[in-house]
T-cell receptor, first 114, second 113 residues
Framework: DGGITQSPKYLFRKEGQNVTLSCEQN?????MYWYRQDPGQGLRLIYY???????QKGDIAEGYSVSREKKESFPLTVTSAQKNPTAFYLC?????????????FGQGTRLTVV | DQQVKQNSPSLSVQEGRISILNCDYT??????FLWYKKYPAEGPTFLIS?????DKNEDGRFTVFLNKSAKHLSLHIVPSQPGDSAVYFC????????????FGTGTRLQVFP
């Protein structure tokens, strides 16, 4: 059945290491997103992509990188330059370029830096 | 700069009564607004939306009201049920970029018996 899959659900990283979070969707959506959730700060947009091989910075892109080589996949790399990477990360997708449509979310990945 | 704000971090309501969650926005280019519900350690799920050409949209127990002049929207849940206890996020987007979806800070709703 259709949906968005994020993996892994829990991830531990040592300080100074890069780590990549996976996001795959089979909804045939053009637009994909990465958000970060921290207590009291809601969902903040990291990066989004409207089409394959294109992506845009969100409000808090520093220390993160993404790629969009395939329509189905939008992996997020948390680099060692991200000062405070411990957070709950959410991936979403929606039909691209269409007004008045909602986004669908994955189940999230909790990243902890140890 | 927080373009979508939910000024009440939490709300507690008795079962059967009305819950009113509020959201304010600053960007006058926003023209489509959504409400999502989120349980801990899960992804948000879509609840209800409203286009700026309307001022009200209903879906069962959920109604969203939009006041464009005040740049304010609210979600009403009537009657509130214990299963409604969750964090609620409002979100906004605009026809200038229908793919950029901005979320608010969230309001934690607790419905008690």
């Amino acid at each position: 059945d259709g949906g968005i899959t994020q993996s892994p659900k829990y991830l531990f990283r040592k300080e100074g290491q890069n780590v990549t979070l996976s996001c795959e969707q089979n909804l045939n959506h053009d637009a994909m997103y990465w958000y970060r959730q921290d207590p009291g700060q809601g969902l903040r947009l990291i990066y989004y992509s409207q089409i394959v091989n294109d992506f845009q910075k969100g409000d808090i892109a520093e220390g993160y990188s993404v790629s969009r080589e395939k329509k189905e996949s939008f992996p997020l790399t948390v680099t060692s330059a991200q000062k405070n990477p411990t957070a709950f990360y959410l991936c979403a997708s929606k039909p691209g370029g269409l007004p008045n449509t909602e986004a669908f979310f994955g189940q999230g990945t909790r990243l902890t830096v140890v | 700069d927080q373009q979508v704000k939910q000024n009440s971090p939490s709300l507690s309501v008795q079962e059967g009564r009305i819950s009113i969650l509020n959201c304010d926005y600053t960007n006058s280019m926003f023209d489509y607004f959504l409400w999502y519900k989120k349980y801990p350690a899960e992804g948000p799920t879509f609840l209800i939306s409203i286009s700026s050409i309307k001022d009200k949209n209903e879906d069962g127990r959920f109604t969203v009201f939009l006041n464009k002049s005040a740049k304010h929207l609210s979600l009403h849940i009537v009657p509130s049920q214990p299963g409604d206890s969750a964090v609620y996020f409002c979100a906004a987007t605009g026809s200038y970029n229908t793919d950029k979806l901005i979320f608010g800070t969230g309001t934690r709703l607790q419905v008690f018996p």
